[in-house]
């Protein structure tokens, strides 16, 4: 039997950008520990796909996170029918590599609109409800780029750096109306987007090597970190960023 403070059973929890990889990894490990949830991104088919395939009461909500009236459309409209949120996940992102001297202006925006922008337009919207209600759980996907960085991803790192700031600001606005705001950094995680760089013989060998763990991250390896975060256990926890990551982090 499970302690009772990492019990969730019940609990409604929206996962930005969950059709795939490592978003839709956290959304089952929610829906495997009890929780209603409700997968976002902006392809309905492909969300209904995902939904299809999770196991327990699972929803859609379709939605652009970086739009501020899509997003305030997206989240009243998922609160009416499926019910007040206990749990958000910001997991929304993705990954622009080019030298910085070489970076477009356009690249530049949809990196922070994606990365950054998202979290707080989602956050705030959510947030509205949870710190009326008295209690909430936020998590910020950050990354191990939000402390250290690789050449060609400076752009990426900036936007990751600043959710590690946005979640810590996050704690200071709305802990004191009983919501938990804090970080998940997953380090090298196998995923569909990582691929290339999982194949890529030398960079692997280069992860594994940097890694104390010896290998690449699951997708699994983050649920965990993630059930800590969102259950009672972690109810004095506050913009903290847990980063999981092999101990990469750690070493030189």
Known sequence: MSHPLFDVTGRIALVTGSSRGIGLALARGLAEAGCTVVLNGRDPERLERA????????????????????????????EEEVGPLDILVNNAGMQLRAPLLEFADADWHRLLDTNLTSAFLVGREAARGMTRRGHGKIVNICSLQSEVVRPGIAPYAATKGALKMLTKGMCADWGPYGV??????????????TRPLVEDEEFSAWVRRRTPAGRWGRTEDLVGGLLYLVSPAADFVGGQVLYVDGGMSSVL
Request: no cysteine; net charge negative; hydrophobic share 40%.
């Open 51 to 78: 939904a299809a395939d999770l196991p327990g009461d699972v929803r859609t909500s379709t939605f652009d996170v970086t739009d501020g009236a899509s997003v305030a459309a997206g989240i009243a409209r998922t």
């Open 180 to 193: 938990q705001v804090n970080g998940l950094g997953p380090g090298y995680i196998e995923t569909e987007l």
